[in-house]
């Protein structure tokens, strides 16, 4: 079972613990996300169902949109969602496991994750999964360097397919031009998706029954962070 890290709040919602600054300077070797990858069939299972989560968040959304066009878009990232997961599941069945089993584990816990990046109406619900599918399909790239040849190339290859992030970003920003008020809304949205998200992360990090020392991977979560403010920066948004 996947192991959530971080303390919970008073009402039960587990945050994120970074590390304190140092009261002096620390070498600290550098750490890459390849050096935790977990067992292959634990890092494909929680992968596919994320992707799955993913997608079902999608498709709810899609039946909420404010326009045919945006219900097509978002049928779209669905689709290429979809497509993802389908990848994932055809690389469990390659080497001759369960999806289903592999990915039971994991279901608690990115169910949970699913409902808090779902939001309270189609903008909140798209970017959701903007923030959410493009840092974890970061972290899980960067996982996959720890894999052998073969799987992960093609593992590579699904995660990065599709042109989803381009046309959330053309959608949402449109919505953002007829609705200036929007944008502060889903900026604060998008920060605390960031928390939320990097706890799936970490997660995936722990799956790999290693001491991941956070001072060493701060760094990394850095550069994650980094990548998600581009994002942002994409929209107009401030992470």
């Keep these: 079972m996947v ?37 292959l069939a634990v890092y494909l299972g929680q992968a596919a169902y ?11 959304a899609s039946a909420v949109a404010p326009s045919v066009r945006a219900r097509e878009v978002t049928g779209h990232v669905a689709g290429s969602t979809l497509d993802r997961h389908r990848g994932l599941v055809a690389e469990i069945r390659r080497r001759g496991d369960d ?12 169910d949970d994750f699913g409902r808090r990046i779902e939001g309270t109406d189609w903008s909140e619900a798209v970017l959701g999964a903007y923030v959410g599918a493009g840092l974890l399909n970061d972290v899980f790239v960067r996982l996959a360097a720890g894999l052998d040849g073969d799987p992960r190339d093609r593992i590579v290859r699904v ?31 998008g920060r605390r998706l960031v928390g939320d998200t990097l706890l799936v ?12 020392d956070d001072e060493r991977l701060e760094p990394v979560f850095t550069e994650l962070i980094a990548a998600h403010t581009r994002r942002m920066d994409a929209l107009g948004l401030t992470a």
């Excluded at 994320?50 to 709810?60: D, G, I, K, P, T």
């Excluded at 999806?99 to 990115?110: C, F």
């Excluded at 990065?160 to 604060?188: C, K, N, T, W, Y």
Aim: no cysteine; proline share 8%.
């Design 159 to 189: 995660l990065e397919a599709g042109d989803d992030q381009a046309v959330i970003v053309d959608e949402l920003s449109r919505a953002i031009g007829d609705d200036p008020a929007l944008a502060s809304r889903l900026a604060l949205w």
């Design 201 to 212: 992360a970490r997660a995936a990090i722990d799956a790999a029954h290693v001491s991941a």
């Design 3 to 39: 192991s959530w890290m971080g303390r919970r709040s008073q009402r039960g919602v587990p945050t994120l613990q970074w590390p304190r600054p140092a009261s002096r300077p620390v070498a600290v070797n550098r750490v890459e996300l390849g050096d935790f990858t977990p067992d």
């Design 50 to 60: 994320l992707q799955l989560a993913l997608f079902e968040s999608l498709a709810r």
């Design 99 to 110: 999806p289903t089993e592999l990915m039971e584990p994991h279901v608690a816990a990115v």
